[in-house]
């Protein structure tokens, strides 16, 4: 079934509006200009700069969802993702509390914290009137002190939850992206070396790879970030060291059944180098399978920074960080049930985002 | 049995076999109904045998499948009825059908190993028939599994029983799957391409086989296959096939000498037939392409390429209904204007072309030798100090190519003729022996350490169009690239110029610049493919296989754009094929290669007519020639081809040569004799045995090509 075959339906009016020439150049420019916006933001360009990456985010967005409308489990999973990235790059424009600060709500919430736990000791204790309005508001969703209201409520030390979920979603996002992005430049690279040149090169990268797959993950991580410290940089060198090895093997088997087609025959025959030829003639053609494992990787990354945070192992405290909240949820989170589920449910959207969309895009491409 | 189950299905024996009435077929896909066969009608009568012909996306396989009632999940009969032994198939439940596939009706695909288990042996494999379909104990299965692989003449049934099928050779295979097919008396057998994937002369025993076969078994056949040929040497009748519909069907007799529909002179035209070269009957492409199903035209879908289009005729959209072309009615066709068309005036005219003129020497090979060594690294080979074991790829090649000629070099897989190409190209070295382009060894220059312009000078078309063109990059930037590497230009307005001049040489639209490789159809890419090879001017273009993948139709145009390209560019051309009919169509001189020794060599005259080497008269025997005016000697080669790692002593084709000398043969290495000028033959029989040779092709009285 050739393309040229099916249909072209109309697209709907806003993505015509914004498309030029075709839905896929569109696409490469947008997210090239949010990345670039990104990055600017990133190393303090002015807050403009970072609405010109809301707006490429959103055209994008309307995009990348219109071209997989063909499979629902990928527009779930896309929508799911893109929801977490826009209000991660949103975080500046929003007008949100600082995420480290605590709020003076602290002093409420403490005395409802201070009555519930002489109730937890003395049950039959007398309540004021006073106490016993304290109690019946809410401490979380719309949690109001003072005249302000906190949407998604305070943690035990009056922080804005709301604020802190958006910026950490920001944190999370950045360096799982970055993680997977290194492990994939890596593990691509040795995985294309290993399967065109073989020989003892090959020998070499899989027996590296085969040792450091042995060793079980956690315990990789755990070593490596005692060693090297917790900061974001050691983050990313951890998961590299973790996933590298397992993408160099998806990459290899690619490679073993590409180098065997005629049109390597045929750059080899005009004499490329072997590096043109496994970067230019290779890659590119490993990218379907390679793409779909990369939404997934992204998952396990999120995960694993997630877990490392919820070690204390993660990113330095006090900035907000989804698996520091979740750690320090768990010692208050019998009194305050929203410190975990917030963050809980915000961490397994985000990763079953990632994989709806490693099967929706499975899917479609199983499908041409 | 066959009586309890036709009772238990409710079958008529004495209703012809299979009758099909106005059927039609669509597939769904996200783009709506798709219509892959129309109004086919065919009716199969006991004993006969029924070939269906076409291009791939004709819908001949979707009619096999249709039959079967093996639509799969987007497929289904829109109209129409499919009736066996009278019983409406599409009324048959899910049981019934499952009772009739492989007892009554069965079928054999094109893949022998993609059709039989890996991970079962074989006999385990045919056993489940009897035992499934008739209830017989695994000791009767086996028993009437083994007769039965005796019957396909399959060597030693009993060691064949007990293998896996990796361990046997690609014809073996086919003859189990057929036996498998054969298992419990069909009354009705489908082969779908089933030598396609076979080298000739094993294609050839095979096609014997299934025409013994059918008779002894009186089993009804239908023959799915674009080779016009083989359905000459199997079939009774024959169905042409175009774009979902059937275009011409009568007796092969009739179809074969006097067809009456465009399409199918137009695919006759677009073969080469014995005695016609180059130079004498041109071959003639139809133009254009089959249409998408998606876009078929309105009245006859063959119009738009039909040279006898007639406006407001021919388009009309009312129902094109087969009108009958004899009295009886036996022969019709789909055409409202067959008894218009001077038929004969459309048989191709002889036209005496200038033969191109032979240049100088450009490319000799001299004794060359490729060796691949095997390391066993198994203790008992140290033990017995037999580390390493020599595959013998080539063995003493010499021959040599002069500018504007084309060398066709023809055997069968494992030959070594991809070997011999890839020592040229450079991605091998020679292990002896030197092979000279121009001034320059080039025998122990890899690729990588040749100059460009040495590289560029030779350059390789390869075979399977689906592959040569990297599916990430444009046409363009990869034809731009091969100019840009091989230093022919560098400014980028200069590169894309040539670009799109090359595109116009190898007759492509220059807005194929910007596509991708998937947007192109085989033929086009195999366009592309010539347009690279050519993109640094060589003086020789390894050409390897270059048009086999491809439609009939489509090979032709392919195969008369490389030859006019190569008459004005005075290339010199390998040509590496095991098409003998293409072979004796284009080539000057003839090279025959059987386990990496050249076994013959001479023009393309002193080749094909005798003296033979025995080896050569068994390829040309094998041959399936689409003319009922030749007449053939049958010669089928016994055996299978030996491993190249442990030859055979003295001839290497002495396991296989019917006129093998006991005792000499199998001792000797045959001597190279020259027979007549250039022309060599590597063999042991006596100079009054090449004399008496007879001709395996006899052209009919009043042959007039």
Not at chain 1, 132 to 159: C, Q
Not at chain 2, 206 to 229: C, M, P, Q
Not at chain 2, 330 to 354: F, L, N
Request: with cysteine; proline share 6%.
């Amino acid at each position: 079934m050739s393309e040229a075959t099916l249909q072209t339906r109309e697209a709907p009016f806003i993505t015509r509006l914004f498309t030029f020439r075709e839905t896929r150049a569109a696409m490469a420019w947008s997210i090239g200009l949010y990345a670039l916006a990104a990055i600017a933001s990133g190393l303090g360009a002015p807050l403009f700069v970072q609405a010109i990456a809301c707006a490429a985010l959103v055209f994008f967005a309307l995009n990348a969802l219109w071209s997989v409308r063909e499979s629902s489990i990928a527009v779930i999973g896309l929508a799911l993702v893109l929801f977490w990235v826009l209000l991660a790059t949103a975080a500046p424009l929003l007008p949100l509390r600082d995420p480290t600060a605590v709020s003076p709500a602290f002093k409420g919430l403490s005395e409802v914290l201070q009555i519930k736990t002489l109730l937890t000791y003395a049950p039959d204790m007398k309540l004021t009137e006073a106490q016993s309005a304290l109690l019946e508001k809410p401490t979380w969703f719309g949690y109001s002190y003072e005249g302000e209201t906190y949407t998604l409520g305070i943690d035990h030390k009056g922080r804005d939850i709301l604020s802190r979920l958006i910026w950490g979603a920001q944190r999370v996002l950045v360096w799982a992206s970055l993680a997977t992005a290194t492990a994939y430049i890596v593990g691509m690279l040795f995985g294309v070396m290993a399967g065109y040149l073989g020989g003892w090169v090959d020998e070499v990268i899989s027996f590296v790879a085969n040792i450091m797959l042995s060793f079980p993950v956690m315990v990789l991580y755990i070593i490596i970030i005692t060693q090297l410290g917790a900061s974001g940089v050691n983050v990313i060198i951890a998961v590299t060291f973790a996933s590298a090895p397992g993408i160099m093997r998806i990459v290899r088997g690619l490679v073993l059944d590409l180098k065997t087609r005629d049109y390597i025959a045929a750059a080899q025959t005009r004499g490329e180098s072997a590096w043109y030829i496994m970067l230019f003639e290779l890659l590119p053609n490993a990218r379907g399978p390679l793409i779909v494992d990369a939404c997934l990787r992204l998952g396990y990354t999120t995960i694993a920074i997630a877990t490392l945070g919820f070690l204390g192992l993660g990113l330095p405290p006090p900035e907000p960080d989804w698996g520091s909240m979740l750690a320090e949820a768990r010692a208050k989170g019998a009194t305050f049930h929203h410190m975990i589920i917030i963050p809980a449910a915000a961490l397994s959207s985000l990763i079953l985002g990632f994989n709806l969309m490693a099967d929706g895009l499975r899917e479609i491409s199983l499908r041409d | 049995m066959d009586a309890a189950l036709f009772d238990k299905l409710g079958l008529d024996p004495k209703a012809p076999v299979l009758q099909c009435e106005d059927l039609c077929i669509s597939y769904y896909t996200r783009a709506g109904e798709i219509p892959a066969v129309m109004d086919f009608n065919l009716t199969v009568g006991a004993n006969e045998a029924i070939g269906l012909v076409g291009e791939s996306g004709c819908g001949k396989s979707t009619v096999a499948l249709a039959i079967m009632q093996y639509m799969g999940k987007n497929g289904a009969i829109t109209g129409g009825a499919v009736r066996f032994f009278g019983r409406d198939m599409t009324s048959m439940s899910e049981l019934e059908l499952r009772a009739l596939r492989g007892s009554l009706i069965s079928m054999v695909y094109q893949e022998p190993m993609s059709s039989l288990n890996p991970a079962m042996k074989i006999g385990a494999q045919l056993c489940e028939v009897p035992m499934i379909h008739e209830g017989l104990s695994r000791d009767q299965a086996k028993e009437r599994v083994l007769e039965m692989l005796a019957a396909v003449r399959l060597p030693d049934p009993k060691r064949i029983f007990n293998a896996y099928p990796h361990q046997i050779s690609g014809g073996q295979q086919q003859r189990v799957v057929i036996a498998m097919a054969l298992l419990s008396g069909p009354k009705l057998m489908l082969l779908d391409e089933p030598t396609t994937a076979l080298d000739v002369t094993v294609e050839a025993g095979i096609v014997e086989l299934i025409k013994d076969i059918a008779k002894e078994f009186g089993t009804s056949l239908i023959y799915i296959s674009h080779n016009l040929g083989l359905i000459l040497n199997t079939c009774d009748k024959i169905s042409v096939l175009y774009s979902g519909k059937t275009v011409e069907h009568g007796s092969v007799r009739d179809v074969f000498d006097e067809m009456r529909h465009p399409y199918t002179r137009g695919l006759f035209n677009s073969i080469p037939l014995p005695g016609a070269d180059k130079n004498a009957r041109p071959l003639i492409p139809i133009k254009g392409q089959m249409p998408l199903p998606t876009e078929r035209p309105a009245g006859c879908t063959f119009g738009p390429r039909c040279d006898y289009f007639e406006e407001g005729l021919c388009n009309d959209p009312a129902p094109l209904k087969v009108s009958p072309v004899d009295a009886k009615g036996s022969h019709v066709v789909r055409c409202r204007r067959w008894d218009a068309i001077d038929w004969e005036a459309a048989r191709p005219r002889r036209r005496q072309a200038e033969p191109p003129k032979i240049g100088a020497q450009v490319l000799e090979i001299d004794h060359m030798k490729k060796y691949y060594e095997i390391k066993d690294r198994s203790l008992m080979a140290l033990i017995r100090g037999k580390a390493s074991r020599y595959v013998k790829a080539n063995e003493d090649i010499d021959f040599d190519a002069h500018a504007g000629e084309t060398v066709a070099i023809v055997g069968e897989s494992g030959c070594g003729k991809s070997t011999l190409a890839k020592v040229l190209l450079g991605l091998e070295t020679a292990t002896e022996g030197r092979v000279m382009l121009g001034d320059l060894d080039i025998s122990n220059i890899p690729v990588r350490r040749r100059a460009p312009n040495e590289i560029g000078a030779l350059q390789i078309i390869f075979q399977n169009p689906f592959e040569t063109l990297n599916p990430a990059h444009t046409v363009g930037s990869q034809i731009a690239r091969v100019i840009r590497k091989f230093g022919v230009a560098s400014d980028p307005e200069e590169v894309r110029e040539r670009v799109l001049k090359l595109l116009d040489t190898v007759r492509l639209p220059r807005e194929f610049y910007e596509r991708k490789p998937r947007q192109l159809s085989g033929g086009q890419k195999q366009r592309v493919g010539i347009a690279r090879a050519f993109a640094g001017e060589p003086k020789v273009v390894v050409a390897d296989e270059p048009v086999s993948a491809l439609d009939v139709s489509v090979q032709a145009a392919v195969t008369q754009l490389l030859m006019d390209i190569q008459r004005e560019q005075k290339t010199t051309v390998l040509f590496i094929s095991h098409d003998l009919s293409v072979v004796r169509y284009l080539a000057d001189r003839v090279v025959v290669m059987y386990l990496g020794h050249i076994v013959e060599q001479g023009s393309v005259e002193q080749v094909y007519a005798p003296p033979y080497h025995p080896y050569t008269e068994a390829l040309l025997s094998a041959v399936p020639i689409a003319d009922t005016s030749v007449k053939k000697r049958r010669i089928v080669l016994e055996g299978e081809l030996p491993s190249a790692l442990n030859p055979p002593k003295g001839c290497p084709f002495c396991t296989r040569c019917p006129r093998v000398i006991a005792g000499l043969c199998d001792v000797e290495e045959p001597p190279l004799k020259t027979l007549a000028d250039g022309h060599q033959v590597l063999c042991h029989l006596e100079d009054q045995v090449f004399e008496e040779m007879e001709p395996v092709i006899a052209l009919a009285e009043g042959y007039s090509g």
